[in-house]
T-cell receptor, first 115, second 113 residues
Framework: AQKITQTQPGMFVQEKEAVTLDCTYD???????LFWYKQPSSGEMIFLIY??????QNATEGRYSLNFQKARKSANLVISASQLGDSAMYFC????????????FGAGTRLFVKA | DAMVIQNPRYQVTQFGKPVTLSCSQT?????MYWYQQKSSQAPKLLFH???????NEADTPDNFQSRRPNTSFCFLDIRSPGLGDAAMYLC????????????FGPGTRLTVL
């Protein structure tokens, strides 16, 4: 069964420090995509970063990087130099590239950035 | 510039009274999705349209229906809302189903009294 697991319901980080949000996934498919989305209190989901299952290099987008370990089926999000505006809910998601391209979301991690 | 617009942002309805939520997009994307997100939970896909082709998730209750009259608009109809249907409803679009990004609207928060 396809599943996304985020084991950290809440995380605290000091402003300007780096933080890692954990994500593990389960699928028997060979072709899939992994995503991270940010959801501020306003409710809108904001795309952060994408990693394809066949990509050999870890994805990076500005202060965001995705630590992709395929053998461990993990796709952790690293946020460098945290800012107060990073306080939000973060969702890890997986899109299966077969059977209708369904996207499955994890339960989310709420990040609190302290000044 | 708003790309995915959802109206209204907040909707209150009564138990059993039909309600329609609206989503429009200016991106000319082929795919439009509806997600249900209950408090402190992950978004759950209800269905999506790939152009005019409707794709329902197996576990989406029959109480939920959708219409896509044209590329720009997609509606979510809840025929007989129950208390358990109170949630945030998120609309999203993507150019194709295999795209690396879905663009989300701000959501409609539905309250059922």
């Amino acid at each position: 069964a396809q599943k996304i697991t985020q084991t950290q319901p809440g995380m605290f980080v000091q402003e300007k420090e780096a933080v890692t949000l954990d994500c593990t996934y389960d699928t028997s498919d060979q072709s899939y995509g992994l995503f991270w989305y940010k959801q501020p209190s306003s409710g809108e989901m904001i795309f952060l970063i994408y990693q394809g299952s066949y990509d050999e290099q870890n994805a990076t987008e500005g202060r965001y990087s995705l630590n992709f370990q395929k053998a461990r089926k993990s796709a952790n999000l690293v946020i460098s130099a945290s800012q107060l505006g990073d306080s939000a809910m973060y969702f890890c998601a997986m899109r299966l590239n077969t059977g209708g391209f369904k996207t499955i979301f994890g339960a989310g991690t709420r990040l609190f950035v302290k000044a | 510039d708003a790309m995915v617009i959802q109206n209204p942002r907040y909707q209150v309805t009564q138990f059993g009274k039909p309600v329609t939520l609206s989503c429009s997009q200016t991106l000319n994307h082929n795919v439009m999705y509806w997600y249900q997100q209950k408090s402190s939970q992950a978004p759950k896909l209800l269905f999506h349209y790939y152009d005019k082709d409707f794709n329902n998730e197996a576990d989406t209750p029959d109480n939920f229906q959708s219409r896509r009259p044209n590329t720009s608009f997609c509606f979510l109809d809840i025929r007989s809302p129950g208390l358990g249907d109170a949630a945030m409803y998120l609309c999203a679009t993507s150019r194709t189903r295999g795209d690396n990004e879905q663009f989300f609207g701000p959501g409609t928060r539905l309250t059922v009294l």
